[in-house]
Nanobody
């Protein structure tokens, strides 16, 4: 049974850090994170392949770091220098196969498996 379970969300002041984790049951080629702020569409945050290749939303490079354990059953998202604009529900996502293009990574519909989401709130 496929399960993606996030943890680590919470509230933090601007400039602070949070670390999200996702425990994954199942065998996936690509794992990662999307987020959805109030009144906005879900947006790509970062992904990591089974082999360890990473991809980030351009605006988050340098502040967010995605990682995984050696068994591909836990992924993490280290978020530093947080701003109120990072406030959102963060979702763990996964797909079992490769994607055909670079642009495909950014589309939420290309990820068939989602966690329940964890709230991140950054106050100014």
């Amino acid at each position: 049974q496929v399960q993606l379970v996030e943890s680590g969300g919470g509230s933090v002041q601007a400039g602070g850090s949070l670390r999200l984790s996702c425990t994954i049951s199942g065998n996936f080629w690509l794992m990662g994170w999307f987020r959805q702020a109030p009144g906005k569409d879900r947006e790509f945050v970062a992904t990591i392949t089974r082999g360890g290749n990473t991809k980030y939303r351009d605006s988050l490079k340098g502040r967010f770091t995605i990682s995984k354990d050696g068994t591909n059953s836990i992924i993490a998202l280290q978020m530093d220098s947080l701003t109120p604009e990072d406030t959102a529900v963060y979702y763990c996502v996964a797909r079992p196969t490769t994607l055909a293009s670079m642009r495909a990574y950014f589309h939420a519909g290309n990820y068939p498996h989602w966690g329940q989401g964890t709230q991140v709130t950054v106050s100014s």
